[in-house]
């Protein structure tokens, strides 16, 4: 090795030495920042963990509400079907009493004037 190359080896180890010491800190911020973005994210999955189960508390009430009222609508419909059954009931009992009545006028024998 020459002596120009001797003297230039410590400014090469320096700028090398400077080099990685730059990247040393820039990976360190790095590391920070994934740190940061990390804890960040672990507390947007628990947050939206408690959303998810309140939403699912709130669609199983509504669904049980829901239940209920079609429920009653059910019985309500029933109950109509019911009282409409027994009106219809009545009247083809009239109808069939004046379709009797009638075919028995029908059978006397009409009167002479």
């Known amino acids: 090795m020459s002596a120009s190359e001797n003297e230039m080896e410590p400014q090469r180890l320096e700028r090398i030495e400077t080099s990685v010491n730059h990247l040393v800190s820039r990976v360190t911020s790095l ?7 990390d804890e960040r994210l672990e507390a947007q999955g628990r947050r939206f963990d408690v959303q ?3 939403l699912r ?22 109950d109509k079907q019911k009282t409409a059954d027994a009106r219809f009931s009545d009247h083809e009992a009239v109808l069939r009493d004046y379709s009797r009545r009638i075919v028995t006028l029908e059978r006397r024998p009409r009167r002479r004037t």
Do not use: Y
Request: hydrophobic content about 35%.
């Open 52 to 54: 998810m189960e309140t």
């Open 31 to 37: 590391e920070e920042k994934v740190t940061s973005l």
């Open 57 to 78: 508390e709130d669609i199983k009430t509504f669904a049980d509400n829901l239940r209920g009222r079609l429920d009653a609508i059910s019985s309500q419909i029933t």
